[in-house]
């Protein structure tokens, strides 16, 4: 029997642990999808986790330990309400994470046919969001001399296609964000970086897999021949914000399957057994 017809035996896969006792943490957008998944991750971990969210409706459906505060990112006065009552409440503020964001169907489309409406809501969210929250953190974070900033942006914010001419180009201002403030805040003790999912399992991509080409479709995109999920976005969020990633600032991570790795004039995967989301 040669060795490549004997039956496979999965190998051993490892295991890391978090341990965020102590910690307080503010993740915007943290009702559902991505944010769910980081604010559980962090509150199983052992963080004081605040949950910053206009879905009141999703909030009955947070895990215990998690504190909701209802905040519409694109007011800069609920951000800072929001910042100040989590400082006054746990004493302090250790990571922020700018997750909330949206990408409505009738933002797909060529900018001379964009409405400017749809262009100025998804900008007050998706960008002016995260700068309202990092403008009312980042004070607090400077007089502890602590503190990490994560800026989900996209897959998007690095490659575009046709008809998102107005949710990638504000994803890559998302990560040219975190660029700038690493450098501006390195020697007050606070790391900045951006985390770029690719397709991830969340509302928001089923909301548009119509015009993502269909599920199975998405999916194939991928080198690893599946979308995401939440938690491994999750994962990756809750070690840059710890001590292992120490050195580690003003830098994007792309979590995305392969996504980001694959040529546009390369040959794309067979699609056997399609499958749906």
Same mark, same amino acid.
């Given at each position: ?8 035996? *999965? &190998? ?11 910690? =307080? ?24 986790? /605040?949950?910053?969210?206009r ?5 009955? $459906? ?6 909701? &505060? ?16 989590t ?9 922020l ?50 503190? =990490? ?8 914010? $690095? &490659?575009?296609?046709? $008809? ?18 690493? /450098? %501006?805040?390195?020697r +007050?003790?606070i &790391?900045? /970086?951006?985390?770029? *999912?690719?397709?991830? +399992? ?19 995109? $991928? ?30 991570? %792309? ?12 040959? *794309?995967? *067979?699609?056997?057994?399609?499958? +749906?989301?």
């Open positions: 029997m040669t060795r490549n017809s004997e039956k496979s035996v *999965p &190998r051993p896969c490892g295991a890391v642990t978090f341990d965020n006792t102590g910690r =307080v943490i503010i993740v915007t957008g943290g009702c559902s999808g991505i944010g769910r998944a980081i604010c559980e991750g962090f509150a199983k971990s052992g963080a004081a986790v /605040v949950c910053a969210d879905d009141t409706a999703g909030s009955r $459906h947070l895990a215990e330990g998690i504190e909701f &505060r209802q905040c519409d990112t694109s007011s800069k006065d609920d951000c800072a309400s929001v910042v100040n009552w400082v006054e409440q746990f004493g302090g503020l250790d990571v994470v700018n997750n909330a964001a949206i990408q409505p169907k009738d933002s797909y489309r060529p900018i001379h046919e964009l409405p400017v409406d749809v262009w100025d809501r998804v900008i007050r969210v998706n960008l002016s969001g995260y700068t309202f929250m990092a403008m009312s953190a980042l004070p607090h974070m400077r007089q502890q001399n602590s503190g =990490v900033v994560i800026n989900i942006s996209s897959g998007q914010g $690095h &490659r575009t296609a046709r $008809h998102v001419g107005a949710y990638g180009p504000i994803k890559a201002a998302n990560m040219m964000q975190a660029r700038q403030w690493a /450098v %501006e805040y390195a +007050d003790g &790391r900045v /970086v951006s985390v770029s *999912p690719g397709a991830i +399992d969340t509302p928001l991509v089923r909301a548009s897999l119509a015009q993502q080409g269909g599920g199975a479709a998405l999916a194939n995109r $991928h080198p690893i021949g599946r979308i995401g999920q939440p938690e491994e976005v999750a994962n990756a969020v809750l070690w840059l914000s710890g001590p292992d990633a120490s050195f580690v600032t003003g830098t994007d991570l %792309e979590v995305d399957g392969g996504l980001g790795a694959l040529g546009a004039f390369a040959d *794309p995967y *067979p699609m056997s057994n399609p499958t +749906d989301l």
